[in-house]
């Protein structure tokens, strides 16, 4: 009996130790920070998406930067370069083509850690926000509020000036004698 439960222990333990690799092979390293942000509204569109990671990125394994317009699935990344940066191998660099239009971007990677863990989430998005124009509805009632005040002060003061004069209040303009023509 004792045997079988040492037995049972020991198979157990062999188990545990082959199954413990796995779930280490399992971790993932996400980013420490995104630019632009994950979630972001940006007013103007950025030139370039940058990712840094808390580890080192082997460099000898597949690595890929890539940024897409949701919509249409267009890349408007430039792409052509290694997206890890030579001197910071934390960092994970790709420029944009210039003018991107408002809507939703997905920036998705791939790459690995130097210790051998994929670094996960392999995506996230921004949208860049429709350009707010300036428009004259907000001034129309303001203008329209300027101009009656300005009709009614004339309005009021010639009917006041023509009241004054009926009453006498206001001398007549003097005669001006004819002008001799020659």
């Known amino acids: ?4 439960r040492l037995l049972g222990v020991l198979l157990a333990t062999a188990l545990l130790s ?11 390293i996400p980013p420490e920070r995104t630019s632009p942000e994950a979630g972001a509204v940006l007013d103007q569109p950025p030139t370039s998406v940058d990712l840094w990671f808390p580890l080192e990125l082997d460099i000898s394994k597949p690595v890929e930067l890539r940024v897409v317009h949701n ?3 267009r890349r408007v990344d430039r792409g052509g370069e ?5 001197i910071d ?3 994970m660099h790709v420029a944009l083509v210039a003018d991107l239009r408002p809507g939703r ?3 998705s990677w791939k790459a690995t850690s130097v210790d ?4 996960y989430p392999t995506s996230f998005s921004f949208t860049v926000a429709e350009p707010v124009v300036a428009t004259n509805d907000e001034r129309v009632p303001m203008m329209l509020a300027v101009f009656g005040a300005a009709v009614f002060t004339v309005s009021v003061g010639g009917v006041g000036y023509l009241m004054r004069r009926q ?6 303009p003097p005669e001006q004698p004819p002008s001799a023509h020659h």
């Open 116 to 119: 051998g863990h994929p670094a």
């Open 105 to 107: 971007y997905v920036v």
């Open 18 to 28: 082959l199954t413990f690799p796995l779930f280490t092979a399992q971790a993932h």
């Open 82 to 86: 290694d997206p890890i940066d030579p």
């Open 1 to 4: 009996m004792v045997l079988g």
């Open 89 to 91: 191998p934390k960092h």
């Open 71 to 73: 919509l249409s699935g």
């Open 167 to 172: 009453l006498g209040l206001v001398a007549p």
